[in-house]
Structures are given as structure tokens and as C-alpha cells.
């Protein structure tokens, strides 16, 4: 995954979880690789029914593979495994606050709302879409159907 290299722009963003604790976290750019296939795999991995939980995980631990925690000497560690982002990250709301964080960080091309508008804004054109396909497979149903009758 994409841990190989230096942070990039790296800053602080204290990020709170269940309960009201707060943690620091290092934030960085990605990389141009690496910002690519994220900005292709997470609208589509995260939307229901539609993406597998194995590419959701897969593009939350790329994209937080650019993201570090202050060790007590003061060095970073990236969190580049699964077993690195449970160890530092304490709960599921302080986890979707940083990716939110990250994606928010790293894509302007979101617009006004940020990265939760877009998948809305997703969901709401798929849901267009999968009426429209329902409604003409019913109608080309319904007219297998009377064909057959009329047999």
C-alpha cells in the first residue's frame, strides 16, 4: 500500500470520537497514484449494495496509509496496516471522522459540502437510475406477458 513514502505536507488535525475524546492525527496529501485510485475506489466501494466491503476496506487503508500519529519521541508512524489504524484509532466514529478528514483534505473537486455531499449526490443520481431500469424492465415484462395471454 501507499506507505513507502514521506508524508507530504504533513499537518495536525485533532479529530474527536465516541464520548468527546480527542486525538491528534497527521494528515497528508497523497500521492498522485495513490490520490487516483482512491478517488475511483471510495465513491463506489462506500455506496450501499452496490460496493463490496473488501474494496471499502482496502480504499480506507490506502488512504489512511498517509495518515501518522505522533510516537512519544516525537517521530511519525504511518498507519499503514489494519492492525496499526485499530491500534490508534479507538472507535468507528473517530475512524469515518478521519476519512472524512483525509478525503476532504485531498480532493477540492467534492464542491461545497465536501465529500459526504458527493456521495449523496451519488446516490441520488443511482436512484434515478436503477428507476429508470426498473420501469422499463416492467414495461418490457409487462409486454411478455400480455403476448403470452393473448397465445
Given at each position: 500500500m501507499g506507505a513507502s513514502h514521506e508524508l507530504i505536507e504533513p499537518v495536525?488535525?485533532?479529530?474527536?470520537?465516541?464520548?468527546g475524546n480527542e486525538k491528534t492525527f497527521v494528515?497528508?496529501?497523497l500521492d498522485c497514484v495513490d490520490g487516483r485510485k482512491i478517488a475511483a475506489m471510495y465513491p463506489v466501494a462506500?455506496?450501499?449494495?452496490?460496493?463490496?466491503?473488501?474494496?471499502?476496506?482496502?480504499a480506507m487503508q490506502l488512504l489512511l496509509?498517509?495518515?501518522?500519529?505522533?510516537?512519544?519521541?516525537?517521530t511519525i508512524l504511518r498507519l499503514?496496516?489494519?492492525?496499526?489504524?485499530?491500534?490508534?484509532?479507538?472507535d468507528p466514529i473517530m475512524l469515518m471522522k478521519l476519512e472524512y478528514s483525509m478525503l476532504d483534505h485531498n480532493f477540492d473537486f467534492f464542491g461545497p459540502g465536501g465529500p459526504l455531499s458527493s456521495v449523496e449526490g451519488l446516490l441520488k443520481q443511482g436512484a434515478v437510475l436503477i428507476t429508470q431500469m426498473l420501469t422499463q424492465s416492467l414495461a418490457s415484462s409487462s409486454q411478455q406477458a400480455s403476448h403470452r395471454t393473448q397465445s
Open positions: 495536525d488535525r485533532i479529530i474527536s470520537g465516541r464520548g494528515l497528508s496529501y462506500n455506496m450501499p449494495r452496490l460496493g463490496d466491503y473488501k474494496s471499502s476496506e482496502e496509509s498517509h495518515v501518522g500519529v505522533y510516537r512519544s519521541d516525537g499503514s496496516t489494519l492492525d496499526l489504524i485499530r491500534n490508534h484509532v479507538p
